[in-house]
């Protein structure tokens, strides 16, 4: 089975610098997707940013990035510019293929980022 | 768009009551799943469906019940309920693609109180 792992409960960083949240995963397979979502205090899921394991650049999406190490299995997200917006709890998750089954997520445990002004 | 939309969005329950939480969605997809949410575990799946009248267990189906009668709907439901499912529960819903980077679209989720 496969399992993700957020070793950091909290972090926080002042506004304006950059900050790192670390993800790591289990897996025997080849295939698979990762993602990051962001929970604010409203408990809206919302999506950051995906990865495909298949791909070797990592993704970007405006100021939030992975560093996507496959052999490592680590999947980092790094927040540029940090905004007082960007406080939430972020989750990384990890999906098997479609063609293995349903497209169930497999979560970490969470990281609440808190922004200091 | 409503997108998923649950209900009720806070509930208190007394032990070994019963309920139904309900979870709709507009967008004609086939995937859908419920999950609950614990302080330092994250969201772990209780059950899924594929598609209407096909179900499956998650990681933690033990006391809860589903069924899949329509493509938009997907109730959870407790039997009997205990403290220990005092959680706050989110269903979710995905469209069956060959892509399985597609996003999964996430209710606002409902916070459960078991006394």
């Known amino acids: ?117 | 768009n409503a997108g998923v939309t649950q209900t009720p969005k806070f509930q208190v329950l007394k032990t070994g009551q019963s309920m139904t939480l309900q979870c709709a969605q507009d967008m004609n997809h086939e995937y859908m799943s419920w999950y609950r949410q614990d302080p330092g575990m994250g969201l772990r799946l209780i059950h899924y469906s594929v598609g209407a009248g096909i179900t499956d267990q998650g990681e933690v189906p033990n006391g809860y019940n589903v069924s899949r009668s329509t493509t938009e709907d997907f109730p959870l439901r407790l039997l009997s309920a205990a403290p220990s499912q005092t959680s706050v529960y989110f269903c979710a819903s995905s469209p069956r693609t060959p892509y399985s980077g597609t996003e999964a679209f996430f209710g606002q989720g409902t916070r459960l109180t078991v006394v």
Not at chain 1, 87 to 105: E, H, N, T, V, W
């Open chain 1, 1 to 117: 089975a496969q399992t993700v792992t957020q070793s950091q409960p909290e972090m926080s960083v002042q506004e304006a610098e950059t900050v790192t949240l670390s993800c790591t995963y289990d897996t025997s397979e080849s295939d698979y997707y990762l993602f990051w979502y962001k929970q604010p205090p409203s408990r809206q899921m919302i999506l950051v940013i995906r990865q495909e394991a298949y791909k070797q650049q990592n993704a970007t999406e405006n100021r939030f990035s992975v560093n996507f190490q496959k052999a490592a299995k680590s999947f980092s997200l790094k927040i540029s510019d940090s905004q007082l917006g960007d406080a939430a709890m972020y989750f990384c998750a990890y999906r098997r293929p479609s063609y293995q089954g349903a497209q169930k997520l497999v979560f970490g445990q969470g990281t609440r980022l808190t922004i200091n002004p």
